[in-house]
């Protein structure tokens, strides 16, 4: 079952905007990890954000956690055609041995 | 450093034949082990994981079989393919720490036909 649900599921923006996207899961997590896949290729991590914390930079990448309202954001700040791709986000809940992705965000950025 | 090799990249079968998709990760030593299946512009579903050799563990009850002869070695299987098998086959790792992110391969394209 899924785990984490995304929104929006598609999102196009102007190359320099910024996208932002956001997931809601329902148990409790040790952490949540965004994942970046282009089209037809294999996933590849971003960014890891545990419970305890409620931001996280990396780059032109921010994320949010609010596990009172188990959700987190991705922003992508001034964004790039080169950064056109699907964004899942997954999550950790520390018993189940692997991690649980949600539906992904297909972000298209325009040139 | 440490890589991961998944092929074949694209196969086409006929319903009723078998399967083998192979996964082989270079330069770590008992990694976990997952293959995950991708239908198209969804998620992905968790098939099985493996922590060590011999070790798999089963997610949802379907037409396929997983299994892991040697360390870094994962193979995931079918007698007889259905339709419903196609779709986008993943194979990651990680490793047996806390807070580990994945690796995935570059996946296998099945369409069963």
């Known amino acids: 079952s899924q785990q984490g649900e995304e929104d929006p599921q598609a999102l196009s923006i102007q190359e320099g905007e910024n996208a932002t996207m956001n997931c809601s899961y329902k148990?409790?997590?040790?952490?949540l990890q965004w994942y970046r896949q282009n089209s037809g290729r294999g996933l590849v991590h971003l960014i890891l954000?545990?419970?305890?914390?409620r931001e996280k930079h990396s780059g032109r990448l921010r994320v949010t956690l609010d596990t009172s309202k188990k959700s987190s954001s991705l922003l992508i700040t001034a964004s790039r055609a080169a950064d056109t791709a699907s964004y899942f986000c997954?999550?950790?809940?520390?018993?189940?041995?692997?991690?649980?992705f949600g539906s992904g965000t297909r972000l298209q950025v325009q040139p | 450093s440490q890589t991961i090799h998944q092929w074949p990249a694209t196969l086409v079968q006929p319903v009723g034949s078998p399967l083998s998709l192979e996964c082989t990760v270079e330069?770590?030593?008992?990694?976990?082990l997952y293959w995950y299946r991708q239908a198209a512009g969804r998620g992905l579903q968790l098939l099985f994981y493996?922590?060590?050799?011999?070790?798999i563990s089963s997610e949802v009850p379907q037409n396929l079989s997983a299994s892991r002869p040697q360390d870094r070695q994962f193979i995931l299987s079918s007698k007889k393919l259905l339709l419903s098998d196609s779709g986008f086959y993943l194979c990651?790792?990680?490793?047996?720490?806390?807070?580990?992110?994945?690796?995935f391969g570059s996946g296998t394209q099945l369409s069963v036909l």
């Open positions: 990651a790792w990680d490793r047996d720490t806390a807070d580990e992110k994945l690796f």
């Open positions: 493996s922590v060590g050799i011999g070790q």
């Open positions: 997954a999550t950790d809940d520390g018993g189940r041995r692997a991690l649980t």
């Open positions: 954000i545990r419970s305890n914390e």
């Open positions: 330069g770590t030593s008992n990694p976990n």
């Open positions: 148990t409790s997590i040790n952490n």
